[in-house]
């Protein structure tokens, strides 16, 4: 059981929106799947989802396309959040749980449990217009995963959450994840990707530009952060050879490092300069490697 | 059960549950009982009020007797009563209310009846309108006399021409009949046609609310578009039938009980006396055609905006097209076999509303009828088809454009290559 992207492309006319993407996402794993605006992430999702026919290439799970009568076993959660404003939680909650095949009583079971577990019991008899953005949210995830789904896709689950609301969904997916769930997750905030993702997957303009696990990414990358605090100008290291990154702080400099034998080197350079508050070799994070591998061409 | 079902009930239900649904269906109620019940209701207001009274200052002795006799002819609750003293003091009591007006009757240079009539207002025109047509029998009379006239000659002279229409066609319509059809055919169209704009209004409403609230992006990845898009529209067509039993209904039952108050009035005139079970049927079937039809439109209409105030824009052609074929509709029920409707009957568009005028007012062969059917269906099903189309591609479209461009836009999307 596994989500397999084969080949897969979508054009709109003369726009390329995803160029022959190929994933696998084994099952019972937390798939990162990043990319700027406009990368071609929501058209992927929604040609996973069947909304949208791949131009080229073919989307499986378990070896069987996905299509409508597969829509019990699939979870989405949208970037953009979309529920009936006028209507009662329980009652659209009921009622998108029973297009997945659910029956009325078990869902109304669950959401009960899943209000609990938010800490809202009390949202069930409320129209969801009078519910904060966060806590509509929350709803929001509870529609795309009440069903108990084998695939869930999640658009940026964490948008506009408090850190606390922030805390309590992210241990939710876990949990999902634990049970079994297949998760695709996709966010702009690299933290919660870097946190529980195992592999990823980075788009830039359609194609994947970075693909794999992420300790070997990271590994890969090579360059190493290298962060000085010190007493004395440190600017004259960013002309450094190796270094092929630096940001001037208030307190000192940040510099990204082809390798750890540079860090040695500067290290020899400024010793005897002054006083050395802070000196601590880092490794990557994924911000670094998304903003090196996507922002450049920016440039 | 079946998503198709799941959907559609919801939509019935939901919709049925509003506020605005309920009410609108209450006030419509009210007034078909109001005007079902209009006699009664006049009735109501005046039967405690007084027959009006009328002081009749009769200044040559001998016009009144003639005039009370008139009276009674042309109006019962009218009376008129001699009044003995003279014409200030009748003003006074009609100040205090005693009398209605007065009439002061007299005799012109040439002998013949003359009368001014005094009230307090003179915005019930009934009441001088009935003094006057008394009066004007009272001076025929009294002319025809000084010319020597006689009676049975003057009968003669205001006698009305006799005229008889009669249709040759075998089976066609005789000119009861006709006018039966015409308020029976009159009310049914008003009903298709509003009950067209109505409903596929609200197609196009719930289809932009779903869109616009971004619900959408979630049902469609449940169920995919066209069965969304059907289960919808079946889910308000219910809806449409629910209202409609009801005011039938109620107005069904509420004329049955009011038919004996009513005879030679209003109603009778819109041939509720005896309704011919064919042309029921018809209205049925183009009804239901008719709101396919517009349904259709609506939903792929509705499924091309993103926001809910571009809704009316967006479905204002297919309200000018329903405008149009009623406009059509309104000239042809005088003129049911004129040209131009026959062959406007056909185009899909306006047959709900015309060829429905046709089968109820005049007898066309049934393959004319047969045929305009199926044209209909079949513009139906295409319609059905490429709408499908449209409204798969149309909801995952956002932005602020909202032309007829966008169509085209949306089929891209659907296509594979």
Redesign the interface.
């Known amino acids: 059981m596994a989500l397999k992207l084969d080949n897969v492309t979508k ?3 003369e726009f390329t929106a995803v160029d022959r993407l190929s994933l696998n996402i084994p099952e019972k794993e937390m798939f990162g799947f990043l990319g700027a605006n406009g990368a071609g992430k929501t058209t992927t999702f ?1 040609m996973i ?5 791949a ?1 080229e290439g073919k989307v499986t799970w378990d070896g069987k396309p996905i299509n ?1 009568d597969t ?1 019990s076993i ?1 979870g ?1 959660l ?1 970037e ?6 006028k ?1 009662k939680v329980r ?2 909650i009921v ?2 749980a ?3 095949g659910m029956q009325k009583q078990a869902a109304i079971k669950e959401l009960d449990y899943w209000l609990s577990r938010f800490k809202v019991p009390e949202y069930a008899d409320k129209k969801v217009e009078e519910l904060s953005k966060g806590n509509q949210q929350k709803i929001q995830f509870i ?2 995963v009440l069903h108990k789904p084998k695939l869930l896709i999640l658009d940026e689950p964490f948008s506009g959450l408090d850190p606390v609301n922030v805390e309590q969904l992210k241990e939710a997916v876990i949990d999902l994840k634990n049970a079994g769930t297949t998760i695709v997750f996709a966010s702009h905030r690299m933290e919660h990707v870097e946190e529980m993702c195992e592999h990823i997957c980075i788009m830039h303009k359609g194609s994947p530009v970075v693909h794999g696990s992420l300790k070997e990414i990271k590994r890969s990358f090579g360059k190493k952060n290298l962060v000085i605090h010190a007493d004395f100008d440190t600017a004259f290291l960013k002309d450094y050879p190796g270094v092929t990154r630096a940001k001037q702080t208030t307190e000192g400099i940040h510099l990204q490092i082809v390798g750890e034998h540079i860090a040695e080197d500067i290290l020899m350079q400024i010793v005897g300069k002054g006083f050395i508050r802070k000196f601590v070799l880092e490794e990557p994070s994924l911000n670094d490697i998304f903003i090196e591998k996507v922002g450049d061409s920016y440039e | 059960m079946n998503n198709f079902f799941i959907i559609l009930f919801h939509t019935y239900l939901s919709k049925l549950k509003t506020k605005s649904f309920l009410v609108t269906t209450i006030i419509t109620v009210v007034l078909m009982l109001a005007l079902t019940n209009m006699t009664n209701i006049i009735y109501f207001f005046n039967k405690d009020s007084e027959a009006d009274k009328i002081a009749v200052v009769d200044e040559t002795g001998q016009l009144f007797a003639p005039l009370k006799e008139q009276m009674k002819a042309i109006n019962e609750e009218l009376f008129v009563e001699k009044y003995d003293g003279n014409a200030e003091e009748a003003i006074k009591d009609v100040e205090e209310g005693e009398y209605k007006g007065i009439l002061e009757l007299s005799l012109n240079s040439e002998k013949l009846p003359a009368a001014s009539y005094k009230a307090m207002t003179i915005a019930d025109s009934t009441i001088p309108a009935d003094l006057q047509a008394a009066l004007q029998q009272l001076k025929m009379v009294m002319a025809s006399t000084q010319s020597n006239i006689a009676p049975e000659e003057l009968e003669k002279l205001y006698a009305p021409v006799e005229f008889e229409k009669t249709a040759l066609e075998k089976d066609a319509k005789t000119e009861e009949e006709l006018n039966q059809a015409r308020g029976l055919v009159y009310v049914l169209l008003f009903i298709i046609y509003f009950a067209v704009i109505m409903y596929g209004n609200m197609i196009a409403m719930e289809v932009a609310t779903e869109k616009s609230s971004r619900v959408m992006e979630i049902l469609i990845s449940s169920v995919s578009p066209v069965k969304q898009m059907f289960a919808k529209i079946l889910g308000i067509g219910l809806l449409s039938l629910t209202q409609l039993a009801v005011l039938l209904s109620v107005g069904y039952v509420s004329i049955k009980r009011n038919l004996e108050t009513m005879e030679g009035g209003f109603f009778e005139f819109f041939g509720f006396g005896n309704v011919a079970a064919s042309t029921i049927v018809y209205a049925v079937v183009f009804f239901i055609l008719g709101y396919f039809l517009y349904a259709t439109i609506a939903a792929f209409l509705g499924s091309l905006v993103s926001r809910i105030e571009d809704v009316q824009q967006m479905i204002t052609p297919m309200t000018m097209l329903v405008v149009a074929g009623f406009m059509m509709a309104m000239f042809g029920l005088g003129q049911p076999d004129a040209p131009f409707i026959k062959y406007t009957s056909f185009i899909p568009f306006f047959t709900p509303m015309l060829m429905f005028l046709r089968v109820g007012m005049l007898n066309i062969p049934f393959w004319e009828i047969a045929l305009s059917i199926g044209i209909l269906v079949a513009t139906i099903v295409l319609l059905a088809v490429f709408g499908a189309r449209v409204y798969r591609g149309g909801v995952l479209m956002y932005g602020k454009s909202n032309s007829f461009k966008d169509i085209k836009k949306a089929l891209q999307l659907t296509k594979n290559e």
């Open positions: 054009r709109f006319g929604r989802l069947g909304l949208l026919d131009s409508y829509s699939i989405y949208p953009e959040r979309g529920l009936y404003p209507l009652d659209q009622y998108l029973r297009l997945r529609a795309a």
